[in-house]
């Protein structure tokens, strides 16, 4: 009976209490502030300057830097999280398969769109840096700006960037892509749904993915198919480019 009362938790589990309190706490910051992103949204009528993906890391952070919690400490805490990218970005090619007949029609053009697009961002990115006296690092790390995060991070880092510029830049490009997408687009007369979401999808990823979704199927659709492809294709171009400078 001694012994039961002494017992104490295994070494490995020692920690796991504080852990459960501390995901459990983060997860329902997240998703407080993603609702509260959603209802903002919503009130301003859809204006792309508080798409809610950009509004709720920025609360999330706030948080943390009134909290003086490390980045660390958030990302194991919601963990859980990550778990549910996988399925939804699976769950995106259902609407895509609707536009399966469309695909077969302008494939050619999709693919010359998405290479055209792929090389002026990495080229860009690298042009201007490199004009304003930027560092070997820091042109890497902006190099692979317009893909989606998972893929741009690794990237830069292989190369000698920065993950964390590089994570800055992506999100900087997703936002700013998304605000000023729509307006362009108008000012070009690019009315296509189809034309528009692929456009927006290589430029402003996932970003500008999620915007689309909320605006229209045909558009969300595109955009996805841009994103992925073009993730694709800056992990294939990128070391040949820099092979080739």
């Known amino acids: 009976m001694s012994a039961w009362m002494h017992w104490s938790v ?3 589990f020692a920690g796991w209490p504080l852990f459960v309190g501390a995901a459990v706490l983060w997860i329902a910051v997240t998703a407080f502030a993603y609702w509260l992103a959603l209802q903002l ?7 792309p300057v508080f798409v809610p993906v ?6 999330v952070m706030a948080v943390l830097w009134l909290s003086g919690t490390s980045y660390t400490t958030y990302a194991a ?8 990218v996988g399925p939804a970005t699976v769950a995106i090619a259902i609407p895509l398969y609707a536009q399966l007949e469309r695909l077969k029609r302008i494939w050619k053009e999709l693919l010359m769109a998405l290479l055209i697009g792929s090389l002026v961002a990495m080229a860009s ?6 004009a304003l006296g930027g560092s070997w690092e820091t042109m890497m ?3 692979p ?3 989606t995060m998972p893929i741009a991070m690794p990237m830069a880092q292989r190369f000698g960037g920065l993950p964390a510029l590089a994570a800055v830049a992506v999100v900087i490009t997703g936002v700013f892509g998304t605000v000023v997408s729509h307006p362009l687009l108008r000012w070009l007369k690019v009315t296509d749904p189809a034309a528009r979401g692929f456009a927006i999808g290589l430029t402003a990823h996932a970003i500008g993915m999620a915007r689309e979704l909320q605006v229209n199927a045909t558009s969300g659709s595109f955009a996805a198919l841009a994103m992925g492809l073009n993730g694709i294709l800056t992990a294939v171009l ?3 480019l820099l092979a080739w400078v």
Do not use: D, F
């Open 10 to 12: 295994p070494e490995p």
């Open 41 to 47: 949204s919503r009130r301003s009528g859809g204006n």
């Open 54 to 59: 950009a509004t709720t890391s920025l609360m």
């Open 77 to 84: 805490a919601t963990k859980p999280l990550h778990y549910w």
């Open 125 to 130: 990115a690298i042009g201007i840096a490199w």
């Open 141 to 143: 790390s902006l190099m």
């Open 145 to 147: 700006k317009s893909a």
């Open 238 to 240: 990128m070391p040949l």
